[in-house]
């Protein structure tokens, strides 16, 4: 079946550092990758997405490439900030039900940036 | 953007009892909806995929009968946990899938304690 594995929180970072969450998966046929954050209080917001090999999904500074050839979508942000402290999920959808399939998600990282 | 609402936010019920949680789009039609459940410091589990007008679709291991999925509209599914038990109690989210965007958006959840 699917899976996603992303590291271990949580991860500790000063202000302005750079940051990386690491993220692969395990999947039959070409899933579509996708990064939440989930802020306190709040639901899980679509951070950003990659639907098929070599693509890069960006916003908000962040990124994150779909490597087909090592199965990862690691989550990155070049200068971090104290509002970027939530918990981060990677999670991919296998695109098999025709729209109608549930995710398949990450423990989920939790980030804390101190000033 | 879109928006997701959940009903109640957190709920108390005592063991054996049954409680309904809604699930609510705002502002766009969502043939599909899931339902998730979320443990502490764990990924969230599709629980049931829940299509407008025709029978909830749930994941291996998850009784059907103890969890009522209803989606009435192309705006609300409720679950109805019947008989509650101390192990259900849980974080339970809910999405909605926008066909139009292609994209599926989160509620807020819903933190359910039995005692």
């Known amino acids: 079946g699917n899976s996603v594995t992303q590291m271990e929180g949580p991860v500790t970072l000063s202000e302005e550092a750079f940051l990386t969450i690491n993220c692969t998966y395990t999947?039959?046929?070409?899933?579509?990758l996708f990064w939440y954050v989930q802020y306190p209080g709040e639901g899980l917001q679509l951070l950003l997405k990659a639907t098929k090999a070599d693509d890069k999904g960006s916003n908000k500074g962040f990124e994150a490439t779909y490597r087909k050839e090592t199965t990862s979508f690691h989550l990155e942000k070049g200068s971090v900030q104290v509002s970027d402290s939530a918990v981060y999920f990677c999670a991919l959808d296998s695109n098999s039900g025709g729209g109608a399939d549930g995710l398949t998600f990450g423990k989920g990282t939790h980030l804390i940036i101190q000033p | 953007g879109a928006v997701v609402s959940q009903h109640p936010s957190w709920v108390i019920c005592k063991s054996g009892t049954s409680v309904k949680i809604e699930c609510r789009s705002l502002d766009f039609q969502a043939t599909t909806m899931f339902w998730y459940r979320q443990f502490p410091k764990q990924s969230l589990m599709l629980m049931a995929t829940s299509n407008e007008g025709s029978k909830a679709t749930y994941e291996q291991g998850v009784e059907k009968d103890k969890f009522l999925i209803n989606h009435a509209s192309l705006t609300l599914s409720t679950l109805t946990v019947t008989s509650a038990h101390p192990e259900d109690s849980s974080f339970y989210i809910c999405?909605?899938?926008?066909?139009?965007?292609?994209?599926?958006?989160f509620g807020p959840g819903t933190r359910l304690t039995v005692t």
């Open positions: 999405s909605a899938r926008d066909s139009v965007r292609d994209e599926q958006y």
């Open positions: 999947a039959t046929g070409y899933p579509s």
